[in-house]
């Protein structure tokens, strides 16, 4: 199946096109200029690879939680993309992306990942690596108030930290300069593209998830 995933929640723009047994990517720290660069970005990765834009099989983008810019534009590429080529499109999480990053990196098996949901919010997500799976799971994600989480973490530290520095928080990230490459990411999106399938919702929609200071996270259509 041929893939073509995109990231754009945080300064970093990742594009990973998996073609057969082969993938084609990029990641650029390019803050405030993921609309200049996205498009270009993609159609060089289609060109490397040899394949027209129609043979792209399946979608897939991070839906946040990030900056309102950034996942907006993923989801509004996504979206066209996926109705000009009538083509599904499926999320992951932009956190489980920094995370498998941190995990490639690191090799860490407990990650916690701490994003500025600002208004003293505070998204959080949690990981483990499944050795019988051999990939790194979702625990949990969830959005907290600043106090909240400083007081859970009190009684319950958390693991290898990637992610925000946030006054008040207490909690100083061992890793600060998180990135959501998309190259890691092949099974999880086969995973949700196969688990939407089965349940019949495999669809041309987008429910991107922005940081906007509220104490869930928010799903918008776009």
Request: glycine share 4%.
């Amino acid at each position: 199946m041929n893939i073509l995933a995109i990231d754009t929640s945080s300064s970093f723009c990742s594009v990973t096109l998996f073609v057969k047994d082969a993938l084609f990517t990029q990641t650029r720290n390019i803050p405030r200029e993921h609309n200049e660069y996205l498009l270009p970005m993609i159609n060089e990765l289609i060109s490397q690879a040899k394949i027209q834009k129609t043979a792209i099989d399946l979608l897939a983008y991070g839906v946040g939680p990030g900056s309102f810019v950034g996942v907006r534009l993923s989801a509004a590429v996504m979206q066209a993309m996926s109705l000009a080529l009538d083509k599904p499109v499926v999320g992951f999480s932009s956190m489980y992306a920094i995370a498998l990053d941190a995990y490639h990196k690191t090799k860490a098996h407990l990650i916690s990942v701490i994003l500025d949901a600002r208004m003293a919010d505070v998204y959080c997500g949690q990981y483990s690596f499944n050795k019988l799976k051999n990939i790194l799971e979702i625990k949990s994600e969830d959005c907290f108030k600043q106090d909240v989480l400083k007081a859970m973490s009190t009684d319950k530290p958390l693991s290898l930290v990637v992610g925000d520095c946030i006054e008040g928080l207490g909690i100083k990230p061992d890793i600060q300069g998180y990135c959501p490459d998309t190259q890691h990411l092949y099974e999880a999106i086969l995973t949700e593209y196969q688990s939407k399938k089965d349940e019949n919702r495999l669809n041309q929609q987008v429910m991107p998830i922005y940081l906007q200071g509220t104490s869930q996270w928010k799903k918008i259509h776009v």
